[in-house]
Structures are given as C-alpha cells and as structure tokens.
C-alpha cells in the first residue's frame, strides 16, 4: 500500500515517459500524449459534459420543472464553467497537480444539481463516478485523492439528512453510505489498477531500453564485422542449412565475379568456373567447396583454381560448419585464401629440382658404371686402390638415390596402380632386404604381422614405403636397440605401424616430420646422413592409396610411424 504512495500512478496529461509502441494499450497512450494539456484535460471532462447536456436536452420532457429550479441552473452553470476552463486556462505553466480542481469542482456541481433537483431526479449523485475515477487515476495526492473520493460523494448525498436531525432512520443512513462507500471501491480498484498499469509500463520501458541498448550494440558488433571482413584479403562467404547466402565480403565479391565466366551473371556457385589441381578438370558439383560446406564437411586447404586462361588463380578453401543451440546444423562459413603465388612458386621450386635432379643423373650413371667397369678390373687395380673405388661407388650409389628422391618429390603427382596385394609378403621383403643393415648396427627387427594380409595397393610403391619407415627406424636406433613392425585388419582397412627405440623427436619437430627436407633436430645433430624426403615421399604414397599416416613420438625415447591403408580400391580422382 505504501508503495503506491511513493511511487504513484501518474496521469497521461501530467507524464510523459518515452513512448513504447509495444501493444495496442500502449499507442493508445503514445496518441493521448502527444495531444496538447487542454485537450487532453477536456477530453478527461468530456464524458460527464454530455451526460449533463444529455440531461438538459431531455428535462423538458421527461422531468418536466427540473430546468427551472434555481440551484439546479447554478449546478448547470458550475459544470459549463469547468468544461470552458479545461480548454482556457494555460495548464503546462501551473503547478502539476492544478488539473485535480476540475473533479473537485464537479463533485461541487454535481452536489448542486442532486440536492437541488432530488425530488425529481435522485438519481443524479451516481455522476460522482466521473470525478471519483478522475481523482483516483490521477495518482498525485496519494491516498488523499483515495480519502476525497469517499468524503465528496458522502457529502453529496449526506447534505439533506443534516435538515432531519436527529429524526434520521436506519433505512436513511444505510442509503445514503451506499453511495460513497461503492465508490469508494470503485476508487480503489481505479487506483490499484491504474498503479499495475504504471507498473507494466515501467517494465516495459525498462525492457524497452534494454533492447534498445542490445539493438544499438547489435548494430555496432555488425558493423564492427563488416568492416574486419572488408579489411582482411580472404575471401569469406556464410550460408545458411539450404546453401543461400547470408553473409559475404568484398574479397569474396571480387573473387566470385572473377570466377564467372564471360557473358554470365549468376550468382550460385554452380555458374562458377571451378577447376581441380590440374587446372583444366571442371570440379564436380559435389566436389565445390560451398556444396561441400552444405553437405556438412569441415575441411582446410583445399586447393582449387577459379577463373580461366591467365587470370586463373589459386585457392586455398576451408570450411566451418555452424550449429544450432540444440545442435542441429544450421549453416557454414567458407574462407578463401589466393594462393597462386605460393603455388607458383612451389612449381617453380619443383621444377629446380627436377631439371637439375635430371641433369645430374647422368652424369651420376656414367660415374657409375665406370666405377664398376674399374672394379671389374680383377688383380690389375691394386689393393688400394680398389678400396678407393668401392668407397667411390658407394658414395655415387647414395648421391644417386638422392637424386631419385628428389626427382621424386618434385613430380606432380605419383603413378599409383592398386591391385590385391599381401602387405605381410611386402613386409618380409623389406624386412629381408634390411637385416643386413640392422645386423650392423646391432638392432633387432621384430615382425608381428600375419599372413596373408591383404589390401588393395601398388605393392611397388607401397614397399618403397615401407622400405622408408624401416630404413628410418634401423637409423634412428641406438646400437641394441629394437624395431617393432605390426600389421593388423581392421575393418575394411589395413593398419601398420613401425616403432623404433630411438632417440625421438620434440613434439615440434613430429608436427612437421613430413614435410620435404624436414630433418629433426636430434637427427641434425647425431649428424645422420639423409635429406627430409623419404617420409615427405611416403606420405604422398599412402595418401595416393586413399589412406592415412601419422607420428607419434617420445623424445628419448622412440618414435611410431601408423599407415592406414583402405581394402578397398582408392577414389581414383585423389591426388597423390
């Protein structure tokens, strides 16, 4: 109760807060309010104004007399005065609680009008409602606005019983607080509702706020991302569960008008030129970096070319899916990154390395098979210098394979030709080829691979990876040390994995263990011959075959090489 004194519910003609068109209550309100203090007040005096000219206009004949009682024409009077003041006097300069005079003078006019005319119309104190609401809505004199709506009305209908004193009746007296006491209820259910209403609207304004801020620093978040996106040279483009865009930046603009062919203008991805690693080969439909995206792939550096002839470039494309609050996908965002000069110069780097690689090689076989001619010699070379020559033979053999790696690892791609092959056969042929070298530097090869073990690979390349996971282990083992390779099924795969008890790697250096001419840095310093190629190679073998590597290693204390292998003829669209 106390609180709607201290914070009352004030009128629409004497408060103005910020409007709030959020119900159909409230634009009400926002119309009464931009209306002007005397409009607004006359309107307020409008209601019991025609009810009294309603009055007036049927008197004559209804309740013939009633217009020529004096104090009757006095209450007429009283009530034309207060509706004149309403729109005369300049209320926006009086005080704010000046307006409630108007009600108070209308329980005065209407005290008038029923005493005066209670013989022919008694009817006429039930007009004490207009004020009584007037007053209680108001909300500015508190419960003293209450306490006048109980005490005007009282004195109205009260007024005649003082001339029969003390001769009243019961019957007298219960009627006459009927009157005031109903509208007393009336007062404060005015009063109680009017103090909700204030405080709903309160709330909403308060909401109104907040949602005004969330919109204000929505709008400011969103330009902060366009500009970010504009800013940055990477292409990104945001679509939603069924592939439309919601979302792109000016890179990607320039990037899709680039990738249109002459003379079209549309804008889905299918009218873009897209093309694989090879430059000519159009990218399937499935195979398009947004369709991809759509089907609910997350993927890095995928390459792709856009464009045709000389301005082709290169793209390196990733994609992020995005997921509803319930979890369900709900959109992606792809990147897109130009790449052509990286690539470029990649190609060019490639094709360093293979001219030169090329043109040492002959001159390396000549070496060679002069060398050989010379060893063939029998007793006519001496001791020494045979020995000279098997050391020169040895070195061109190892600068020869050398060169063979690097021409290697400069093709554009690897010949890959799977057919059913037993990985447990490729195993034992490696294993056999190697002992000799593992016999020499005191370690043990240990086999757990059961035979026959099949899977659909190029047993030609898949044994020069093996050859390469086992020649590393055998080299990057102490002198007693073991190296473990096992092959089991599983599923429609082949798993094998080569474990050595070495000296390991940082978990740095296993991070980039196949990358070319990658060495470690514990095998840098142990100062073991080798040039960062063979699992550079071997990577692009198993991932030419449809399958997987990985490192795991423990400095100090070993390293584990995991090929997975697939039973099951490889895509043969996958690059090696």
């Not at 790696?405 to 056969?425: K, M, V």
Request: hydrophobic share 45%.
């Amino acid at each position: 109760m106390s609180s709607l004194h201290t914070e009352p519910a004030r009128p629409a003609f004497l408060y103005e807060p910020p409007p709030v068109e959020s119900t159909p209550t409230t634009k009400t309100n926002l119309y009464f309010r931009r209306l002007g203090p005397r409009v607004r007040i006359g309107l307020c005096q409008l209601p019991l104004t025609v009810i009294v000219i309603g009055i007036v206009l049927a008197a004559p004949s209804i309740w013939p007399g009633l217009l020529s009682l004096p104090w009757f024409q006095l209450g007429l009077a009283i009530h034309a005065a207060l509706f004149l003041i309403c729109w005369l006097i300049p209320w926006e300069r009086l005080p704010q609680a000046a307006p409630l005079l108007i009600p108070v003078g209308d329980l005065l006019a209407i005290a008038v009008t029923r005493n005066s005319g209670l013989e022919i119309l008694p009817g006429l104190g039930a007009l004490a409602v207009f004020p009584v609401i007037w007053l209680a809505a108001a909300g500015i004199l508190g419960w003293l606005a209450v306490l006048m709506s109980f005490v005007g009305p009282l004195l109205i209908v009260g007024f005649p019983l003082l001339a029969k004193l003390p001769d009243v009746t019961a019957a007298e007296l219960s009627g006459t607080v009927f009157l005031p006491v109903t509208l007393l209820a009336v007062a404060l259910a005015v009063r109680f509702a009017t103090a909700n209403v204030a405080l709903q609207q309160r709330q909403l304004m308060k909401k109104d706020a907040i949602l005004r801020e969330l919109l204000k620093s929505s709008k400011e978040r969103e330009r902060l991302l366009h500009t970010v996106l504009d800013t940055i040279d990477v292409g990104v483009v945001a679509v939603n569960a069924e592939g439309e865009t919601i979302l792109t930046n000016h890179q990607q603009n320039l990037l899709h008008r680039l990738a249109l062919p002459s003379g079209s203008s549309g804008t889905d991805e299918s009218a873009l030129a897209l093309f694989g690693q090879d430059q000519r080969t159009v990218l399937p439909e499935a195979k398009r970096p947004v369709r991809r995206a759509v089907d609910g792939e997350s993927f890095a550096d995928y390459l792709i070319w856009i464009g045709q002839g000389s301005d082709q470039r290169a793209l390196s494309t990733a994609a992020r899916a995005m997921k509803s609050d319930s979890g369900e996908f709900s959109g992606a965002v792809i990147a897109s990154s130009d790449v052509t000069g990286l690539v470029e110069a990649i190609a060019a780097k490639d094709d360093l390395i293979a001219n030169v690689s090329h043109e040492l090689r002959t001159p390396l076989t000549s070496i060679l098979g002069n060398l050989e001619l010379a060893q063939d010699s029998g007793d006519e070379v001496p001791p020494r210098t045979a020995y000279y020559l098997d050391i020169a033979h040895s070195n061109a053999e190892r600068l020869l394979e050398i060169v063979s790696d690097l021409l290697l690892s400069a093709s554009a791609a690897l010949s890959i030709h799977p057919r059913r092959t037993d990985i447990a056969g490729l195993v034992d042929s490696s294993v056999g080829s190697l002992s000799a070298q593992a016999r020499t530097g005191g370690i043990t090869i240990r086999v757990d691979v059961p035979s026959p073990l099949w899977a659909h690979t190029d047993p030609q390349r898949i044994s020069q990876a093996i050859d390469n996971l086992l020649s590393n282990a055998i080299k990057y083992s102490p002198e007693g040390g073991t190296v473990t390779i096992t092959a089991r099924p599983d599923g429609d795969e082949v798993v094998l994995s080569v474990e050595d008890t070495g000296s390991g790697m940082t978990p740095a250096d296993a991070a980039r263990v196949f990358d070319k001419f990658f060495r470690a840095r514990s095998a840098r310093e142990s100062e073991i011959p080798g040039t960062g190629l063979g699992l550079s190679i071997t990577k692009a073998i198993v991932e030419g075959h449809g399958g997987t590597i990985s490192c795991s290693s423990d400095f100090g204390r070993g390293t584990r090489f995991t090929v997975t292998l697939p039973d099951h003829p490889a895509p043969a669209d996958l690059p090696a």
